[in-house]
């Protein structure tokens, strides 16, 4: 196989994995959409969403659920897929759920600022290291601007922010237009690569004592 066709073959993979997102989205965002996971398996392809109420995914008797499995069937090019749901354990801290959730407040008439200062502080109480909100549009007049709410330590780019912040994206629709939602939350428990911890000599002889008692707790 060719360069090219390879090249070709990867980009075809990820425009149809992007347009199934997109179809499962709009299919479940009264679920509260949090994300999804498309991994090949030995079986075919696994399709795992994950909602913050995974009952309205799956309908009465799995009526819903399976619905969406004969259309991924039919509609898209994935390998013998399977679909499958999780629900959220925490949707505070999913970006995904939380940029749902502040585009549907501003589709009810909430003022920009109450729902994503709201929102912000919701994501720090749940335990985030930090939260970037960004909302973009009309959002009080003819004009666009943007405008963004942070709290805590977060990371704008690189490396460091790909592997430790996780983004979410939605949309209000407005009388005045659309209205872009951004939520980027850091995990709690990040440890970034410029924090160290610094011992002495006393901790360090603790901590091997209880290592060594651990291993020998375990044989």
């Known amino acids: 196989m060719s360069k090219q066709s390879i090249l070709r073959t990867l980009v075809n993979r990820n425009v149809e994995r992007l347009l199934v997102r997109e179809f499962l989205m709009k299919n479940t965002s009264k679920s509260g959409f949090g994300g999804l996971d498309i991994r090949r398996v030995p079986g075919g392809t696994e399709v795992t969403v994950h909602a913050e109420r995974p009952g309205m995914v799956i309908g009465r008797k799995g009526k819903i659920i399976n619905d969406l499995q004969n259309r991924l ?13 999780e629900e959220v354990k925490n949707p505070t801290l ?26 912000a502080q919701n994501i720090m109480d749940a335990g985030a290291r930090g939260v970037i909100v960004t909302v973009a549009g009309k959002l009080t007049g003819s004009r666009n601007r943007t405008e963004k709410y942070i709290r805590g330590h977060v990371k704008y780019c690189g490396e460091t922010a790909l592997q430790h912040m996780d983004k979410g994206y939605s949309v209000a629709v407005k009388k005045l237009g659309t209205i872009g939602v951004t939520v980027e939350i850091m995990r709690p428990g990040t440890r970034l690569p410029h924090e160290i911890s610094i011992f002495s000599e006393e901790e360090l002889k603790i901590q091997a004592a209880q290592e060594a008692a651990a291993e020998e707790g375990s044989e």
């Open 94 to 119: 999913n970006a995904q759920v939380m940029a749902e959730k502040i585009a549907a407040s501003l589709e009810r008439g909430w003022y920009h600022r109450r729902s994503c200062h709201s929102a």
């Open 73 to 85: 069937n039919q509609e898209f090019d994935l390998a013998n897929p399977k679909l499958k749901v």
